[in-house]
Antibody, heavy 117, light 108 residues
Framework: QVQLVQSGAEVKKPGASVKVSCKAS????????MHWVRQAPGQGLEWMGI????????SYAQKFQGRVTMTRDTSTSTVYMELSSLRSEDTAVYYC??????????WGQGTLVTVSS | EIVMTQSPATLSVSPGERATLSCRAS??????LAWYQQKPGQAPRLLIY???TRATGIPARFSGSGSGTEFTLTISSLQSEDFAVYYC??????????FGPGTKVDIK
């Protein structure tokens, strides 16, 4: 079965960067796109961007352009999301989610990123 | 950017009753609309895609309808495990894909 396992919780200071990983199993890694979605405490879902693991192409929400980088390692079936210049408003649970293209069919367990001085 | 709105914000329903949730897009998204369920402390789960197609393993009591700008998620007979927050998402014009603010379905 499809499984997405994310890296553990992180605590970062304002201005720092964080890199979250998402290891996929149970399907052909290059067949499904990978989305990143975040959820601030008590808030709704916010789509950050998408990566095509096959060629590595990416598309980001304009809000995150210049601050987010999504990459993949096909040898380990892992995708990464790096967010830089962190501020307190970036405190959230970050999810990876895979899908045929545009829908988020399968989700990781989430990674809590806390930004605090 | 397409803005998604959902109503009501909270829906109080008794077990066994029908629940009807609404989602509206600021411009047409054709049928490129998905619904997700999220329970406290859990990741969201895909329920419906293409406005009306149930995802794998989703019970038949969940149904979706609509196209263009107006969509509905109906839960025909609420079970205890259905009390959760429901989000709609458009994927017609992206980036970005956009989610609605959610509807919380709680026990009456």
């Amino acid at each position: 079965q499809v499984q997405l396992v994310q890296s553990g919780a992180e605590v970062k200071k304002p201005g720092a960067s964080v890199k979250v990983s998402c290891k996929a199993s149970g399907y052909t890694f290059t067949s499904y796109y990978m989305h990143w979605v975040r959820q601030a405490p008590g808030q709704g879902l916010e789509w950050m961007g998408i990566i095509n693991p096959s060629g590595g192409s990416t598309s980001y929400a304009q809000k995150f352009q210049g601050r987010v980088t999504m990459t993949r390692d096909t040898s380990t079936s892992t995708v990464y999301m790096e967010l830089s210049s962190l501020r307190s408003e970036d405190t959230a649970v970050y999810y990876c989610a895979s899908g045929m293209v545009a829908t988020c069919d399968y989700w990781g367990q989430g990674t809590l990123v806390t930004v605090s001085s | 950017e397409i803005v998604m709105t959902q109503s009501p914000a909270t829906l109080s329903v008794s077990p066994g009753e029908r629940a009807t949730l609404s989602c509206r897009a600021s411009q047409s998204v054709s049928s490129n609309l998905a619904w997700y369920q999220q329970k406290p402390g859990q990741a969201p789960r895909l329920l419906i895609y293409g406005a009306s197609t149930r995802a794998t393993g989703i019970p038949a009591r969940f149904s979706g309808s609509g196209s263009g700008t107006e969509f509905t998620l109906t839960i025909s007979s609420l079970q205890s495990e259905d009390f959760a927050v429901y989000y709609c998402q458009q994927y017609n014009n992206w980036p970005p894909e956009t989610f609605g603010p959610g509807t919380k379905v709680d026990i009456k």
